[in-house]
């Protein structure tokens, strides 16, 4: 994805864990930005949904990998898949006769493949997987694209990318200027994924210890990807001495100060209600007022 292409700008923001307020604050950007295509990019555990309330327009299928699934009319119980599974997705049983009953776990099944090919009678099937749904849908702060992956699927930097890729394809073809991207937390897959091409990265963080120590590893990944980074401290009211450390770390790093948002109990309420912070009155939303104006400042 090129940075910039047709004049778009792609702001994602991410957190080194979770719970730093990232989804909060990437809502409230959306709704500030007007008109712009918002993207969940965190598909482990999508939430933005809970507070711009999307109608869904459209539903695919993600389909990633494969799976095995054993043909019972062609097993001969050799037990040749279970003796080669290293993930022990084979499960055995005695069935009615005594004979036994060989199955997959889909579950523990990692697609490898093995099984597949060293069955002697070739009575395994290797479908392809479906891991979750991605959606299309319209919120009031504009389109919206999101996903959900399912129970213990993986493959989650691919969907991140899909999501990616279809908001771009609807910014270009509505003619929208911004993209608001609620990325993954940490530094894993996802993030990578949901990093590459954008034009600016917006990075949440605490004024705590650990902040600062996730705050740094996701300060590193930025500069590894060259996408110009900038740092909010989130509740920087309840430590204003580690506030202080951390902007003087992101400095020190080549990262802008976007601001400081405070401790602030109308942050529950708002989501309390599903409405974004700058759809209240509450002092925060005008911290994230202030950080709004200087990303847009900034461009990307």
Not at 160 to 183: K, P
Request: proline letters at 4%; one cysteine or more; a negative charge.
């Amino acid at each position: 994805m090129d940075r910039d292409t047709k004049g778009i700008r792609e702001l994602v923001v991410i957190s080194g864990k979770g719970g730093t307020g990232k989804t909060s604050l990437a809502a409230s950007l959306a709704v500030l930005a007007g008109r712009a295509v918002t993207a969940d990019c965190d598909v482990d555990a999508s939430d933005l949904h809970l507070l711009l309330d999307p109608q869904v327009l459209q539903r695919h299928e993600f389909v990633s990998g494969h799976e095995a699934v054993i043909r019972q009319q062609d097993c001969t119980g050799c037990g040749v898949c279970l003796d080669l599974c290293r993930y022990a997705a084979i499960a055995v049983r005695q069935d009615d006769s005594g004979g036994k009953v060989y199955t997959v776990d889909p579950v523990s099944c990692e697609g490898c493949g093995v099984c597949v090919h060293f069955c002697p009678e070739h009575a395994i099937d290797f479908p392809e997987r479906a891991c979750g749904e991605w959606m299309i849908s319209r919120s009031r702060s504009g389109p919206m694209v999101h996903a959900r992956l399912g129970i213990a699927a993986e493959n989650s930097g691919k969907l991140v990318s899909l999501v990616r890729r279809e908001a771009r394809r609807i910014a270009e073809e509505q003619g929208l200027l911004f993209i608001i991207v609620d990325g993954p937390p940490g530094i894993g897959c996802p993030v990578i994924a949901s990093l590459g091409g954008a034009s600016q990265v917006l990075i949440v963080t605490e004024p705590t210890v650990s902040g600062e120590h996730d705050l740094e590893r996701v300060l590193a990944l930025a500069r590894h990807f060259d996408v110009p980074a900038s740092v909010c401290v989130n509740k920087w009211d309840i430590n204003p001495e580690m506030t202080e450390r951390i902007e003087d770390m992101a400095r020190t790093a080549g990262a802008r100060l976007a601001g400081r948002i405070r401790y602030d109990a109308g942050v529950t309420s708002a989501q309390v209600s599903a409405r974004t912070v700058v759809e209240t009155e509450c002092p925060a939303a005008g911290d994230i007022r202030t950080i709004w104006e200087h990303i847009t400042h900034w461009g990307g």
